[in-house]
């Protein structure tokens, strides 16, 4: 399972970038898709999860700002985060938990990541 994420950049602070990642390989079932991020010398932290069922949810950091959405049909999750802030500046991360085959268990895979940068 490949993972490939898009649309990271430079944006000024409040501004808005959305961020996408496609999920593509042997795929049975998708449990749940979703977005970390790290910055420099800190640890990666969640920034939204959207499972097959039932809410999203979001780090405490970007709730309200952020909106995660998942296409199913394109095995795609997306990222519209809005008014962003300096401290948003990281390298995020695509996570998908994948069932490749109908009598497998449900493997993480990551993506390669993408930087966002927010300047002041």
């Known amino acids: 399972v490949q993972l490939v994420e898009s649309g990271g950049g430079l944006v000024q602070a409040g501004g808005s970038l959305k961020l996408s990642c496609a999920a593509s390989?042997?795929?049975?079932?998708?449990?749940?898709m979703g977005w970390y991020r790290q910055a420099p010398e800190k640890q990666r932290e969640l920034v939204a999860l959207k499972p097959n069922a039932g809410n999203a949810e979001y780090g405490d950091s970007v709730r309200g700002r952020f909106t995660i959405s998942r296409d199913v049909t394109k095995n795609t999750v997306y990222l519209q985060m809005n008014s962003l802030k300096p401290e948003d500046t990281a390298v995020y991360y695509c996570?998908?938990?994948?069932?490749?085959?109908?009598?497998?268990?449900?493997?993480?895979?990551w993506g390669q990541g993408t930087q966002v940068t927010v300047s002041s």
């Open positions: 390989g042997t795929i049975f079932s998708i449990i749940n």
């Open positions: 996570r998908a938990a994948v069932q490749e085959y109908a009598d497998y268990g449900v493997e993480h895979h």
